[in-house]
């Protein structure tokens, strides 16, 4: 069955340095992919997103890369502050099938 | 703009009783809605999907007579969660988009639900 993984349950990081938070899937059907933050008892977050035509997309602070050949995905963030502190999924859909999330990472930033 | 309502944000009850959860599309009509369930530390998982005027589709495994859909308008679906139990405390969010071809970017803010 179609699945979505990330590497890394947990990252932490220093204030001011990138982080980097990956994400593995399984379903080469996919053709768009979210990634979404969590903060505590709050709901998903949208952050950016990207269309499988693409293998890069750039936000405020934040790249998403998208690499079809291997089935990866991973979001960039850059001059990571403590507010990004939160949990990151990433998501991804077939045409107009439901959204698959991930397991997760949940990032740490300390000052 | 884009903004999902969700009401209550957490709520107590007892078991045996039925607790209702409401979710709103603020300033977009919503002709589909989302119903998820997350654990502590895990990700969501698709409950239903709620489509205005019609009856809900249910994930593999959820209980449609016991998780009770209703989305009777384009701005309105709500959760009942019937009987409820203590292994139905969790925390339901709900996510919402407008048309066909768009994605479902909005989420609510979550409902805990404690069921004692």
């Known amino acids: 069955g179609e699945s979505v993984g990330l590497h890394l349950p947990t990252l932490s990081v220093q204030e001011g340095d990138n982080s980097i938070i990956n994400c593995a899937y399984s379903?080469?059907?996919?053709?768009?992919f979210i990634w979404y933050k969590q903060e505590s008892g709050k709901g998903p977050q949208f952050i950016i997103d990207?269309?499988?035509?693409?293998d890069k997309r750039q936000g405020q602070r934040v790249t998403v890369l998208l690499n079809k050949t291997v089935k990866h995905l991973s979001l960039q963030i850059a001059a990571t502050q403590p507010g990004d502190s939160a949990v990151y999924f990433c998501a991804e859909r077939s045409g107009f099938q439901k959204l698959v999330f991930g397991t997760g990472t949940r990032l740490l930033v300390s000052p | 703009g884009a903004v999902v309502s969700q009401h209550p944000s957490w709520v107590i009850c007892k078991s045996g009783t039925s607790v209702k959860i409401e979710c709103r599309s603020l300033?977009?009509?919503?002709?589909?809605m989302f119903w998820y369930r997350q654990f502590p530390k895990q990700s969501l998982m698709l409950m239903a999907t709620s489509n205005e005027g019609s009856k809900a589709t249910y994930e593999q495994g959820v209980e449609k007579d016991k998780f009770l859909i209703n989305h009777a308008s384009l701005t309105l679906s709500t959760l009942t969660v019937t009987s409820a139990h203590p292994e139905d405390s969790s925390f339901y969010i709900c996510?919402?988009?407008?048309?066909?071809?768009?994605?479902?970017?909005?989420f609510g803010n979550g409902t805990r639900l404690t069921v004692t």
């Open positions: 990207i269309r499988s035509n693409m």
């Open positions: 996510s919402a988009r407008g048309g066909i071809g768009s994605s479902p970017l909005h």
């Open positions: 300033d977009f009509q919503a002709t589909t």
């Open positions: 379903n080469s059907a996919s053709d768009y």
